[in-house]
């Protein structure tokens, strides 16, 4: 998608752009952070690059490093401005991850003890051994 029209259909080149509203937490050259207007707990907030760029494996360095330099920001601003107990970073990659934009961006989320949310995860197992090594020597000879 070129830039010209990932401005027109990516909402979030539309927030960046001043298009759509957003409660905007800050905003520098190269990321905007602002409130999730669909938050898992109140004051999630998301950080995107100002690059459009779909998916987080596809980030170039230099953009993906102020991008976790703002979400690092953010998070330590929940901890310190909302006395959040905890704080959760997420990046959902592509949509069978539940990427629903198609922009990358990082959630931050702050967490409260009280807070009610839990996450809907349910750890499994590897068959034996043999797998867990198999599945290992694969990924690792991808990082050739």
Partial sequence: MSGSESSRSCVFCRIIAGELPSNRLFEDDSVIAFLDIAPIVKGHALVVPRTHVELFTEVPADVL???MEGAQRV????VRGLAADGVNVFVANGASAGQVVPHVHVHVIPRFRDDGHR???AA???GDAAEAKAL???IAAALQ
């Fill in 75 to 78: 998070a330590r601003a929940m």
């Fill in 119 to 121: 996450w809907n995860w």
């Fill in 136 to 138: 290992c020597e694969r």
């Fill in 124 to 126: 499994g197992r590897y």
């Fill in 65 to 67: 490093r102020p991008l």
